[in-house]
């Protein structure tokens, strides 16, 4: 091997690459060829060539010394000429180099340079670095200094310095700076070349670039990675916490020593050398004793770790927490997506509600936690989601319903209901309170009266840095007593709601079982083996383990459970956690540092009962994650082609049934009656003020009708004279105005709209009317109507203008005189029509209807008929009777009858007296308004020199006057308040209905409607599952 050492004061390495200067040999020059390179590092003064092969004594070249600048050979021979040539030309080139510093400080050069920079320097001692081999060998068991590699020392030796003319005339012709700045630029397209090769063998990854979310590119705008790198434990103090190596080297050493195999018959364990039986036995118990100090050391080494993980894992969240803020800021708003859990837990809800009747079974994977009363299920639970959610009671039964949880990942720890938008903040105690308050409300509300549990499922999604993503149920506890206060078939219908979720064959079975208790007292297990009998989807957990430990003589028992073999059922995984010490008011993180403790200090683990994945609830929750996830991707495609070939059974069916429909759901039917509904009510601001008025004035009349001509009318009629029979009038109506009418005006304007919105809402619209609404529409007119209120201060404005309408007296014209006497007419003529059905009814058929309908009177219909004679007799000989009776009267009238043998009482003789004389009163105040047909010439002269008077025609002008007056102020009041209240109110129920589910249901009812209901869910069920599936495989 041969050396080329170098003495020189510049540091710019030269790279000979077109030619290299080659010896060949004794005899043979220096010459240039092709195709070979040789490196000289730093620009030198002096060249040494040695044949290191050779013995000490062979050939080289010696730096020269002081003063010296030739080149001086060690043995003068023909061979040597050439490297003298070659020295001489790199001093020449040394020496006339431009930029080269002579006298550089020696700390400034690189180690070699300094080792062969003037060697005749008196400090210089030279130094040479160590070598390395290419493959080192690194031990895990003990951390062994490399020996060093011995190198030969290098003898200096001086020479003369000769000056060599040639050498400098060639180096300057051939201009070798040309020549290194040619190679240069070659070996650079080289390289260059080289890189693009490599580059085309790399395959092109930017297809893939989508695998990382966006977010990621972009974390070190938001995050300090620095910083973190920081805060992160050094190499030096991660070395600190690993174990010692050497020293479990040295106990393997040791155990290999003593743990011989020897033949049968002998003892596993052999001395190494003869002693003592006392000898042997200590040694037996030194073994011991090392087994299980490296048992602690694995132990103890594994729990550091686990903090460091741990550590770690709290970092990982807080920035996952950060990245999660920055994204809920709106950073990445446009990009962000629903999350996976989120997507199949709307699935799920979707499927609670659907009715399965064709034969399309909800199969989708949940995780069922099932257990026995008050075996921690519940505790365990809100391990998994880290907060105290769920309501808790000392011994007494908690869960009355379902509870469907959705774990998901968020910046904030929250939990909120599937139907409403309130958000309880689960980092603060009373937003815990509320929520366990209205877990409560929403259980007691599902359970029917006369029920412990209910069927009903209540959803909740909780969101937070670090949860799992799964889906649970936490379903009642199983009991194996019905105590009282309970409903007689409570352990049923217990019974019932588990078995109906853990029949879904994909659902994961998380079997919770008390381990403080005695495991042959476990009614949960027997019901999950039946389920599932193989044990493919079970997941057994171990609860109370602290307690168990303390109360169970033989920790073996423990290790039965867990490893499976005391119970029948089997399992996926066995488990065991700690839920706390029992304490309601224990934090989450007070409850995982006691479950931490206790399994760090436990023989359990100690002893190896029990393996460190098999203990706490951290471990379970990812067990539980990952297989929730694994049963989910196996089995959801499966059901979206199920879900598929239902809806094209139920579209099939519409066709068939319905060609010319749409396919409207209860919702879309009942926004379409709802605008059915608006556009009617607004129809009654379209109705005309003319009609109002006509309506309102015909309806009122026919309310007070009875009580003017009855109370009013006939008592005025009665007088002796016109200032008397005004009098009466005057007070009558005043009375009247004061105490009824205004009441009775309200009344009949209320009852008038009723009527006009009724007629709007139920007559036929044609070919467009649809019965489907009829039901749903009368429901909203009553719930309508019951909620209208009319405004309070009506009646006493309408009482003031109707006090105003019935004082005045003053007939202007004929045509309102002649009116006034037409209206009196058309009243005392239905009042005459209604009086004679009356006696008709009183009295029986006449002999027209005996003969031709063979109709016959009844015995009281003849005495009534006898009676009406005989007071008709009696009218006849005094037409201007009063209106009443006087006793001796009656007592004629009854002594004649039974004259003839009719035994009649006293008040039968009034009751008829009462409907002759209406009959004669008012054929009498017809005849006389016959005769005020032309009295309108005496009535504005006061009827003065005239016999004849008409106040009745006065009397009737100032009713129709008082009835056109208030037709019109209750018109106004109608048009201008009441409908557009009217209006609000129908909005109000509308939006009522719409909220109320099970209100739609009713009112909205038909084979139509849940063929149209079923179809919407299975396309909706469909669509949803299709989106997931998509955003699962994206995942992957």
Not at 990 to 1012: M, N, S, W
Request: charge should be neutral; aromatic fraction near 8%; charged fraction near 30%.
């Amino acid at each position: 091997m041969r050396h080329w050492e170098g003495l020189g004061g510049c540091s710019m390495p030269l790279l000979l690459s077109a030619y290299s200067w080659v010896t060949a040999g004794a005899g043979v020059g220096l010459g240039p060829t092709r195709g070979s390179h040789v490196a000289v590092s730093a620009p030198v003064c002096g060249l040494r060539w040695r044949d290191v092969a050779s013995t000490p004594g062979g050939r080289g070249l010696d730096p020269p010394g002081d003063g010296v600048t030739g080149v001086e050979l060690s043995e003068v021979d023909t061979g040597t000429r050439t490297q003298v040539l070659c020295s001489e030309v790199c001093q020449s080139l040394v020496k006339h180099s431009s930029g080269i510093q002579r006298n550089l400080p020696l700390q400034k050069l690189h180690l070699v340079s300094r080792s062969i920079y003037h060697s005749h320097h008196p400090a210089l001692k030279l130094q040479r670095p160590q070598l390395r081999t290419s493959c080192q060998q690194f031990s895990s068991l003990t951390n062994l200094p490399l020996h060093k590699l011995k190198l030969s020392p290098i003898k200096y030796g001086y020479q003369p310095r000769r000056n060599f003319w040639p050498a400098r005339l060639a180096a300057r012709l051939l201009k070798l700076r040309y020549i290194i700045l040619g190679s240069a630029v070659g070996g650079g397209y080289t390289a260059k070349k080289t890189f693009d090769e490599w580059k085309d063998m790399i395959p092109d990854l930017s297809d893939y670039k989508w695998i990382v979310p966006d977010f990621i590119w972009e974390i070190d705008e938001y995050i300090d990675l620095e910083k973190i790198r920081k805060t992160l434990p050094s190499s030096e103090d991660l070395a600190k916490l690993a174990p010692d190596l050497d020293k479990i080297a040295e106990s393997l050493n040791l155990l290999k020593d003593f743990f011989t195999a020897g033949s049968p018959g002998e003892t596993a364990f052999r001395a190494t050398d003869h002693g003592s039986e006392s000898d042997k036995h200590y040694k037996k118990v030194s073994d011991k004793e090392k087994i299980d100090q490296l048992q602690e050391e694995l132990l103890h080494t594994q729990l550091k770790y686990q903090r460091i993980l741990e550590r770690l894992e709290k970092e990982n969240k807080e920035l996952r927490k950060l990245v999660l803020q920055k994204d809920d800021k709106g950073i990445h708003h446009r990009k962000l997506k629903k999350s996976l859990i989120d997507m199949y837990s709307e699935v799920l809800d979707v499927l609670s509600d659907y009715d399965a009747s064709y034969n399309t079974q909800d199969h989708l994977p949940r995780v069922v936690v099932v257990g026995d009363q008050s075996a921690g299920k519940t505790s365990v639970l809100e391990m998994i989601a880290q907060a105290r959610i769920f309501p808790r009671g000392s011994g007494e039964m908690m869960t009355r319903s379902p509870v469907k949880v959705t774990l998901s990942e968020g910046p904030h720890h929250v939990a909120l209901f599937k139907d409403s938008s309130r958000e309880f903040d689960l980092t603060k105690e009373e937003d815990l309170a509320a929520l366990r308050h209205e877990i409560e409300l929403r259980m007691r509300k599902n359970v029917k009266e006369g029920c412990t549990v209910s069927p009903e499922t209540i959803s909740l999604n909780v969101k937070g840095p670090g949860l799992q993503r799964m889906v649970l149920v936490d379903l009642p506890g199983v009991i194996n007593t019905v105590t009282s206060g309970m409903a007689p078939d409570t352990k049923e219908m217990i019974f019932s709601i588990s078995k109906a979720y853990m029949q879904n064959p994909n659902a994961i079975i998380l079997c919770i079982q008390d381990g403080s208790v005695d495991a042959e007292r476990s009614i949960v297990t027997d019901l999950v083996s039946q389920m599932d009998p193989h044990g493919r989807r079970t997941i057994f957990v171990l609860t109370k383990v602290d307690l168990a430990e303390k109360n169970v003589a033989s920790p073996s028992r423990i290790q039965q459970i867990i490893e499976g073999k005391l119970f029948p059922m089997k399992a996926l995984g066995y488990f065991a956690v700690v839920t706390g010490k029992g304490n309601s008011a224990e934090s989450i993180e007070a409850i995982r540092e006691y479950e931490e403790e206790f399994f760090q200090n436990s023989k359990l683990l100690k002893t190896s009962m029990l393996k460190a994945h098999q203990v706490t609830t951290r471990n379970l929750s990812l067990a539980v994650s990952d297989c929730f996830w694994k049963m989910v991707r196996e089995s959801v495609e499966q059901q979206a082609d199920s879900f598929k070939a239902t809806r094209f059974n139920l579209e099939t069916e519409w066709k068939n049934n319905y060609p010319r429909l749409r396919e409207l759901d209860r919702n879309e039917l009942f926004e379409k009656a709802k605008n059915e509904i608006l556009d009617e009510v607004i129809s009654l601001s379209q109705v005309t003020p003319k009609h109002w008025e006509e309506i309102l004035q015909q309806s009122l009349w026919e309310r007070v009708s009875t009580h003017v001509i009855e109370n009013i009318y006939l008592p005025a009629a009665q007088t002796m004279n016109s200032g008397t029979f005004n009098t009466t009038v005057d007070i009558k109506l005043k009375q009247w105005t004061d105490k009824q009418l205004p009441n009775k005006a309200v009344e009949v304007a209320w009852e008038t709209l009723q009527e006009e919105f009724s007629r709007f809402m139920t007559e036929p619209k044609g070919k467009e009317h649809d019965d489907i609404f009829d039901k749903l529409k009368e429901a909203v007119k009553e719930e309508s109507v019951k909620r209208h209120k009319w405004n309070d201060f009506a009646e006493d404005s309408l009482r003031v203008i109707q006090h105003n309408a019935l004082e005045d007296r003053s007939i202007s014209d004929k045509q309102q005189w002649d009116a006034a006497i037409y209206f009196m007419e058309e009243a005392l003529q239905a009042r005459l029509k209604d009086t004679e059905n009356a006696i008709e009814n009183m009295i029986g058929p006449d002999w027209k209807k005996r003969w031709l309908y063979w109709k016959n009177r009844t015995q009281e219909q003849s005495v009534h008929n006898e009676t009406k004679n005989e007071l008709e007799k009696m009218l006849k000989c005094n037409e201007e009777h009063p209106a009443y009776l006087a006793s001796d009267e009656i007592t004629t009238v009854r002594k004649n009858l039974e004259s003839r043998g009719v035994e009649v009482d006293p008040s039968l003789i009034k009751d008829t007296w009462h409907q002759v004389y209406r009959r004669h009163f008012l054929k009498t105040a017809l005849n006389h308004c016959n005769l005020c047909r032309r009295g309108f010439y005496y009535y504005q002269r006061h009827f003065i020199d005239s016999e004849l008077e008409c106040n009745d025609v006065v009397l009737f002008w100032r009713i129709q006057r008082m009835l056109a007056i208030t037709a019109n102020t209750l018109r106004q009041q109608l048009t201008n308040t009441e409908v557009r209240r009217l209006e609000k109110n129908v909005k109000e129920v509308l939006e009522d209905f719409a909220e109320d589910g099970e209100k739609k249901i009713k009112l909205l009812t038909g084979k139509r409607v849940q063929l149209a209901e079923d179809l919407k869910k299975v396309r909706e069920i469909q669509e949803k599952l299709d989106a997931f599936i998509e955003a699962l495989h994206q995942e992957k």
